[in-house]
């Protein structure tokens, strides 16, 4: 099985996979989880900013599980997930094209993972292997925790928006396609945290909106205020403060914000992601 692991401490970090699938959904996110998500994310921001945040993860794993050539960017997962004392270890994988006769690779690298590790993102491979992998491992499994198209940078870019204005009586003109996955989480999100919500399609429609959410192009949304872009460095550590909400809940407590398999994120307390 091709498999190469580094681990460390301190400022380095490791790739981890775990059992409990957390994975984008195109379902609805509850309301109430999503003010407590968003509850616990700003919780974590103000003890970060007063020095006081802690070492949650002390003592626990976590593996971001990397293919032949990574795509998105995991320094801010690496990073969320230090901040409270967790270990992290990058562990690359290459599914072979054909596996040999009597040989499972993916299982056995869902087993080994599940013994070492706590926890495990694997936002480099595909679903369905990501899915083994969940079913094998027995530890939470992130599909790919840190990247846009997950529910938890939906959540932070609302907590973003909170923080310059809080519903009651603040309002988004959201431009892109809300039956989207991430647009959908969005707009249903947004609401449950009490924001009117306006969809203008392709053109701004209205200039009464508080704030003004350009998804027009995928891969980096616009958030603005009054005309003006609301600050990337508040933006950055509002997802950390959310991805580490997300570490905690699953790892410490055990209770998943998502469940791929039976509920729409952010809903079930009892099973995976």
């Known amino acids: ?54 070492q949650s993860l002390r003592g626990k794993n976590l593996a971001l599980l990397l293919g032949p050539s990574p795509g998105a960017d995991i320094s801010a997962l690496r990073r969320a997930a230090q901040d409270l004392g967790a270990r992290v270890a ?22 080994m993972l599940g013994r070492m590790y706590d926890a495990v993102d694997c936002e480099a491979l595909a679903p369905a292997t990501a899915r083994r992998i ?49 647009g959908s989480h969005f707009v249903s999100a947004a609401r449950a945290a009490g924001f009117d919500v306006l969809v203008g399609g392709g053109q701004p429609a209205s200039k009464d909106a508080t704030f003004l959410v350009d998804a027009r192009h995928s891969a980096h949304w616009k958030l603005l205020a009054s005309a003006l872009p609301l600050d990337e460095a508040r933006r950055a550590e509002n997802h950390r403060c959310v991805m ?8 410490v407590k055990a209770s998943p914000f998502f469940d791929v398999r039976q509920t729409p994120p952010f809903q079930s307390p009892h099973t995976g992601m």
Request: glycine share 6%; proline share 10%; with cysteine.
């Open 1 to 54: 099985m091709p498999v190469k692991s580094r681990i460390a401490a301190g400022p380095t970090f490791a790739v981890v996979t775990s059992g409990i699938s957390i994975s984008p959904q195109r379902e609805p996110l509850a309301a109430r989880n999503v003010l407590a998500t968003l509850a616990a994310a700003e919780r974590l921001r103000t003890q970060a900013r007063a020095g006081t945040a802690g």
């Open 90 to 111: 990058e562990v690359r994988f290459t599914e072979p094209a054909k596996p040999a006769p009597g040989r499972d690779d993916v299982h056995a690298l869902a087993r």
């Open 134 to 182: 969940e079913q094998d491992a027995g530890v939470p499994v992130y599909h790919g925790l840190c990247l846009d198209e997950h529910p938890a940078r939906v959540l932070a870019d609302l907590m973003t928006l909170r923080e310059h204005r809080s519903p009651p009586g603040a309002s988004i003109l959201f431009l892109g396609d809300p039956k989207a996955p991430r």
């Open 244 to 251: 580490q909400a997300v570490l905690l809940d699953t790892i």
